[in-house]
């Protein structure tokens, strides 16, 4: 496909995108901040918790 047909048709098809509203954004944003804070959070603990416990089993 040609660039020149190809840029085009994307620009037709980001005018059919349905863009949230700034408070859907602002959600779903907040959403993901927190399930990344929480997940890192999680990782962390089971982290330590395996380290300790190699730790015990070494030793």
Same mark, same amino acid.
């Given at each position: 496909? +040609?660039?020149?047909? =190809? /840029?085009?048709?994307? *620009?037709?098809?980001?005018?059919? @995108?349905?863009?949230?509203? +700034?408070?859907? /954004? =602002? +959600?779903?944003?907040? @959403?993901? /901040?927190?399930?990344?804070?929480?997940? *890192? /959070?999680? =990782?962390? @603990?089971?982290?330590?918790? =395996?380290?300790?416990?190699? +730790?015990?089993?070494?030793?």
């Amino acid at each position: 496909m +040609r660039i020149t047909k =190809f /840029l085009p048709e994307v *620009a037709r098809e980001m005018r059919k @995108v349905s863009w949230p509203k +700034r408070r859907e /954004l =602002f +959600r779903y944003t907040i @959403v993901v /901040l927190t399930t990344v804070i929480f997940m *890192a /959070l999680f =990782f962390t @603990v089971v982290d330590l918790g =395996f380290s300790e416990l190699i +730790r015990l089993i070494l030793e």
